[in-house]
C-alpha cells in the first residue's frame, strides 16, 4: 500500500481506520483490484509512470459522512478526490489530478431529494444519473423533462460541476447555467449553501440563483474547494411537439451568411433548440435525432481533394458537389412547442435564410409527444427527445492507429467565435492537423452549435495502450493547443493530464487567472487536501512539485 505524496506510511493507515470507522470497513477500498476501477480508461498516459492513479477509495453514503471525512483528511493531510458517477470518458475518468489521492466516491449518495413540477426544477445528490432522473420523471408521471448528455449513465450534478452540455433547448443544455442552488461540503468539513439557500427554511433556493451578495456557485465549477453534496438543477416543461427542420446551401462561404443569420435568430429567441451542421458533399455528418445511420462515405474524387496535402480546395470541392447534386452546407434544426409555435417558427427561419442564394427548405412532418414507444426504438439517437440512452457507443469498431488498436479517445475542446470566419478557419487548421498524422475520423471536422454565442469542437484524439504511440499523440494535442492559442481559442474543457497546459495559455497580465485561484485555494484550503490540481490548481506546498 503507497501512501499519497508526503504523507507518511503511519498517518495513511491511521486515516484509513478513520475512514473505516465512518463509511465501514467494506466502503474503504485499497486492493489492487479495487484502485484498477478508478484508473482512466482512457488514459493518455495508460503504465507509464506519470498515470494518474489512487492510493485508496472511500465511500460516503450521506452528506454528514462526508464532512467527517473532509475533517480527517485535513487531520492527517490526505489528498481526496471527490467524483459522482458514470465515466468522464474523454476527460479523465475517475483517476485524480494528483497521483497518490484518496478517490472520495459519491455514486453511493444517489438521491433525488426534491423535484417541483411546478417551479420546474429538482435537488440531487452526486450520485444520481439521467437514467435515475429520467425514470423517476416518468414513475411519478410529471410533465417534465431532462436534458441529458450521451450516453445517460453519467451524474446530473457531476456532468454540470465539470461543464457539460446536452443537446435540446437552450438554456437547459448548458448544465451549469441550468444549475440553481449547491450544498458544499468546504475543505475544512463546514457545510454551506448558496444563494437562497444560505438562509434557514428558504422557500426559494431553485428558483433565484443570485441570492444575497456575490454568486459564488461557479467558485465550484471545474474547481477544487469543496465537495458538492446537493445541486438544484432547473427541468424544462414537457413541450407538445417536436420536428426538425433542414435548411441547405450550395455554397463553401454561404457558411458565413447562414451562421450570421442563425446567430440573430437565436438571440431574438426563434431558433431554441439545438441545430447541428453538417457537410453533405464531405459526408460529414450531423447529429440528426432522425438519421438511421451515418452518411455514405464520399466519393473517391472528393476524398482526393479532401486528401490534398497542401490542403482542401473548396472551390473544386463546389463544383463537384453541384455536377452530383449536394450542397456544401446543411443545418438541421430542432423545433420544440406547440405545433403552431413550430409552424411560426419555421416560417420565421426559412424568411431570414432565404436571403442566401440557392438556400432550399425542408421541414420534417411535426411529431406529436410523447414518442410512441416504437418509433422511440427506431430512433438513433433520443437525446433530443430528453431520453438518455448508451447509443452514442454504437460506433462500430475501433480504429487503428499508428499500427496499434485504439481503446478510447481523449478529447480536445477548443471554443471559437461564432462565425462564419472562425468555423472556415478553424475546420482548415484541424483538418490539416487530422490529414498531417493520418488521425481517424470525419474528413471535416465541424463545429457544435451546443454553446448559444459561440462554437465548440470537440475533437477525440486516439487513445492506445502503447506508450510510444500516447507519447505521439500528446504531442499532437500540444500543436492542437499551440494553433488554438495563437488564433485566440481557448479550451473549455480537458483531462487531466493537460490541466497545466491549458491554464498556461490563460496568461492574461502574468497569469492573473491563475493566481487568483491559488490564493482563494490557499485562503479556503490551507492544508491543501482538496482535489489538489484540479484544473490546475494547486495548493501552495504543491506549486513547484507538480505531479
Not at 455514486?107 to 426544477?121: H, L, Q, S, T
Request: glycine content about 10%; charged content about 20%; aromatic content about 10%.
Amino acid at each position: 500500500m503507497i501512501p499519497p505524496p508526503q504523507v507518511s506510511v503511519a498517518d495513511f493507515a491511521a486515516a484509513l481506520t478513520a475512514f473505516a470507522r465512518i463509511v465501514g470497513d467494506q466502503w474503504v477500498f485499497t486492493t489492487e483490484a479495487d484502485l484498477d476501477l478508478y484508473r482512466d480508461s482512457y488514459s493518455i498516459m495508460w503504465g507509464e509512470a506519470d498515470e494518474r492513479t489512487a492510493s485508496a477509495a472511500v465511500a460516503p453514503d450521506t452528506a454528514e459522512q462526508v464532512v467527517d471525512l473532509v475533517k480527517v483528511a485535513n487531520r492527517y493531510r490526505i489528498p481526496i478526490y471527490p467524483i459522482s458517477t458514470g465515466k468522464n470518458l474523454g476527460y479523465g475518468g475517475a483517476a485524480p489530478a494528483l497521483a497518490g489521492s484518496v478517490v472520495l466516491d459519491l455514486k453511493r449518495m444517489n438521491r433525488i431529494v426534491e423535484i417541483d413540477e411546478r417551479n420546474g426544477y429538482a435537488v440531487v445528490e452526486p450520485g444520481v444519473s439521467y437514467f435515475d432522473l429520467y425514470n423517476h420523471i416518468q414513475a411519478k408521471g410529471l410533465k417534465l423533462w431532462i436534458d441529458c448528455p450521451s450516453p445517460g449513465w453519467g451524474s446530473v450534478m457531476g456532468n454540470a460541476l465539470d461543464g457539460g452540455v446536452g443537446v435540446t433547448m437552450a438554456p437547459y443544455r448548458n448544465h451549469f447555467e441550468a444549475q440553481c442552488g449547491l450544498e458544499v461540503v468546504l475543505p475544512d468539513g463546514r457545510m454551506m449553501r448558496t444563494g437562497m439557500g444560505a438562509m434557514p427554511g428558504a422557500k426559494t433556493w431553485q428558483q433565484f440563483k443570485p441570492g444575497f451578495g456575490p454568486r459564488i456557485d461557479g467558485l465550484f465549477k471545474q474547481s477544487n474547494y469543496g465537495v458538492v453534496t446537493k445541486m438544484g438543477i432547473w427541468l424544462m416543461p414537457a413541450p407538445d411537439a417536436h420536428a426538425t427542420g433542414v435548411v441547405t446551401v450550395p455554397r463553401h462561404r454561404d457558411i458565413i451568411p447562414l451562421i450570421d443569420i442563425i446567430g440573430r435568430l437565436e438571440q431574438a429567441k426563434i431558433v431554441q433548440g439545438l441545430w447541428n451542421l453538417s457537410s453533405p458533399i464531405t459526408g460529414t455528418p450531423g447529429n440528426a435525432a432522425h438519421e438511421a445511420g451515418p452518411p455514405a462515405p464520399p466519393s473517391p474524387t472528393i476524398m482526393a481533394i479532401l486528401n490534398d496535402p497542401s490542403g482542401a480546395d473548396m472551390a473544386r470541392l463546389e463544383t463537384v458537389g453541384t455536377a452530383m447534386g449536394l450542397p456544401f452546407w446543411a443545418c438541421e434544426f430542432n423545433l420544440y412547442g406547440p405545433q403552431k409555435l413550430i409552424a411560426a417558427q419555421w416560417e420565421c427561419m426559412c424568411d431570414a435564410m432565404a436571403a442566401i442564394p440557392g438556400a432550399q427548405f425542408r421541414l420534417n412532418p411535426i411529431q406529436t409527444l410523447p414518442l410512441p414507444v416504437e418509433t422511440q426504438r427506431a430512433t438513433r439517437d433520443l437525446g433530443p427527445f430528453g431520453i438518455p440512452t448508451l447509443k452514442t457507443f454504437d460506433l462500430g469498431p475501433m480504429h487503428e492507429f499508428d499500427g496499434e488498436d485504439v481503446v478510447g479517445h481523449v478529447f480536445f475542446s477548443p471554443v471559437i467565435p461564432r462565425t462564419g470566419e472562425a468555423a472556415i478557419a478553424a475546420m482548415a487548421a484541424f483538418a490539416g492537423i487530422a490529414r498531417k498524422y493520418n488521425i481517424p475520423g470525419p474528413p471535416l471536422p465541424v463545429p457544435s452549435s451546443i454553446f448559444e454565442r459561440a462554437f465548440l469542437f470537440a475533437i477525440g484524439l486516439p487513445v492506445t495502450r502503447s506508450p510510444l504511440v500516447n507519447a505521439k499523440i500528446r504531442g499532437i494535442f500540444r500543436e492542437l493547443v499551440a494553433i488554438a492559442t495563437a488564433n485566440g481559442w481557448g479550451e473549455y474543457r480537458t483531462a487531466p493530464a493537460f490541466y497545466d497546459m491549458i491554464m498556461d495559455t490563460y496568461s492574461y497580465n502574468d497569469h492573473a487567472l491563475r493566481d487568483f485561484l491559488g490564493t482563494i485555494k490557499d485562503a479556503v484550503d490551507p492544508n491543501g487536501i482538496m482535489s489538489p490540481g484540479r484544473y490546475a490548481i494547486w495548493p501552495r506546498h504543491l506549486r513547484d512539485h507538480k505531479t
